[in-house]
T-cell receptor, first 115, second 113 residues
Framework: KQEVTQIPAALSVPEGENLVLNCSFT??????LQWFRQDPGKGLTSLLLIQSSQREQTSGRLNASLDKSSGRSTLYIAASQPGDSATYLCAVKAGSNFGNEKLTFGTGTRLTIIP | NAGVTQTPKFRILKIGQSMTLQCTQD?????MYWYRQDPGMGLKLIYYSVGAGITDKGEVPNGYNVSRSTTEDFPLRLELAAPSQTSVYFC????????????FGEGSWLTVV
């Protein structure tokens, strides 16, 4: 059974610093990996999606990498801002089906950017 | 841009009561999902649907029922509420294509007392 782990559970960094969030998974036979942001009291918003054949994806100050063989992904946030404070979750998708019913979520890292 | 809309936002139920969480999406997505999120746990899939008239169980379906009579709507029914169903419930949807992005509603906070 796929297990997704995100360590640490919480992270605080000063504004302006670059930071890396980690995601590890036990079964490397994944179809893709997604990173989500969750603000308090809100739903999840997809940030980046990496296909299993890709090594990384970038969107603005965010860069996500994927190393299937080692079962790891990282989310790099450059020049952090207070508005980046949120919980970040990763999720891996098994198989090649079209839906997302095979998504396995991590428990998230709660990020606080200190002004 | 409504996206995925869930109602109600908050609800308190007594043990044994029943209720329906409503979910509607305006993106013409084929796939719809119901998840629950418990503190310190990842999201768990309750039920999902691949289109109108088609539903299937997820990882934690016991105590819940769903229906999908239209593309837009996917209500979740809780029968005989139990304290173990106290959770945050998220509805989500995605389109029928490989590598699709999943869109979430803002959640429904349910407390069973």
């Amino acid at each position: 059974k796929q297990e997704v782990t995100q360590i640490p559970a919480a992270l605080s960094v000063p504004e302006g610093e670059n930071l890396v969030l980690n995601c590890s998974f036990t079964d490397s036979a994944i179809y893709n990996l997604q990173w989500f942001r969750q603000d308090p009291g809100k739903g999840l918003t997809s940030l980046l999606l990496i296909q299993s054949s890709q090594r990384e994806q970038t969107s603005g100050r965010l860069n996500a990498s994927l190393d299937k063989s080692s079962g790891r992904s990282t989310l790099y946030i450059a020049a952090s801002q207070p508005g980046d404070s949120a919980t970040y979750l990763c999720a891996v998708k098994a198989g090649s089906n079209f839906g997302n019913e095979k998504l396995t979520f991590g428990t998230g890292t709660r990020l606080t950017i200190i002004p | 841009n409504a996206g995925v809309t869930q109602t109600p936002k908050f609800r308190i139920l007594k043990i044994g009561q029943s209720m329906t969480l409503q979910c509607t999406q305006d993106m013409n997505h084929n796939y719809m999902y119901w998840y629950r999120q418990d503190p310190g746990m990842g999201l768990k899939l309750i039920y999902y649907s691949v289109g109108a008239g088609i539903t299937d169980k997820g990882e934690v379906p016991n105590g819940y029922n769903v229906s999908r009579s239209t593309t837009e709507d996917f209500p979740l029914r809780l029968e005989l509420a139990a304290p173990s169903q106290t959770s945050v419930y998220f509805c989500a949807s995605s389109y029928l294509e490989s590598g699709n992005t999943i869109y979430f509603g803002e959640g429904s906070w349910l407390t069973v007392v």
